[in-house]
């Protein structure tokens, strides 16, 4: 009668492992597997008796050893339960995701529970792993924290041009403009603007003009660093930031975005466009008190480029 009870014991408690929908992995103190339930066994095709008593680093040395002898340590030693979600750390054993073909991950995604299992003597010989599916959840954050970012970077973008807006260039003009402040650094500030556009937009229609500055910015995009700053500021009006460069390079630079913008051709209902640009120049001056002057004067400087007949750069003395 005794063995048909431990046997009706040990088939319930087979039965429970086998259907609990987590994993459940009981290790002894030399991380030798103990228990390795139906749930590790579907995920990993392992059956308990390939792993029964094998160290779990052998198994899956993909599982960084030191990190996790670290977390099961107060399990061990202070029988203290022990929690890691996925964002924490996306898995401990690399599971395929079993969602569908559609789902935008390849693995799943895991919360992690260890606690302590205490003999008859209360000393702690092993620790049970519990392992908990987060994929839904994590597919969920991730494509929450995705959308905001996208929503974001098109909040920072001129959609005409892909280069930044206005509103997001001058957030960044007035940091740089204090960080300028505190460092005294050689920085500089281009505006380059369209020549004659409104006798483009009145000849060729203002799609075309929409055509002219989208080719500038891309002009500009090419040729300037990642490190630049660039916007379109507003209508034909563009803006470049340059930390960190003295006002002797940026004249170089200016030119040579002239000259191509010189030979640029765009194509608007099969018409062949060329246009010309004008580019003032102003570097940092530790006695601007305010961002707003040191576009002032760049911003004369592109007037007088104008005035000289366009087509042209100026620097401001």
Known sequence: MAIDSSLAEMHWKHDLLGSIEVGIVVLDKKYNVQVWNQFMENHSNIVPGMIQDKCVFDVFPDIDKDWFM????PAFTLKSPVFVIWEQRPYLFKFDCNRPITSPVSHMYQNITIFPLASLSGAVEQICIIIYDATNEAINRLG???????IEEISRIDTLTTLLNRRYWLEQFDLEFKREKRTENPSSL????????????????????DTIINGLGKVIEK?????????????????????????????????RIRRLVEKFTVVHDQINLNFTISIGIAGFIPTYTECSQWFKVADNALRQAKEAGRNNVFVAE
């Open 70 to 73: 670290r977390k099961a340590e």
């Open 144 to 150: 929450v924290q995705e959308l905001n970012a996208q």
């Open 223 to 255: 040729a300037t660093r990642e490190t630049d700053v660039c916007c379109r500021y507003e209508g034909q009006k563009f803006a470049v930031l340059m930390p960190d460069t003295p006002v002797a390079n940026v004249e170089f630079l200016a030119q």
């Open 190 to 209: 281009m505006i380059l603007d369209i020549d004659n556009m409104k006798g483009i937009n009145d000849t060729y229609g203002y799609p075309a003009g």
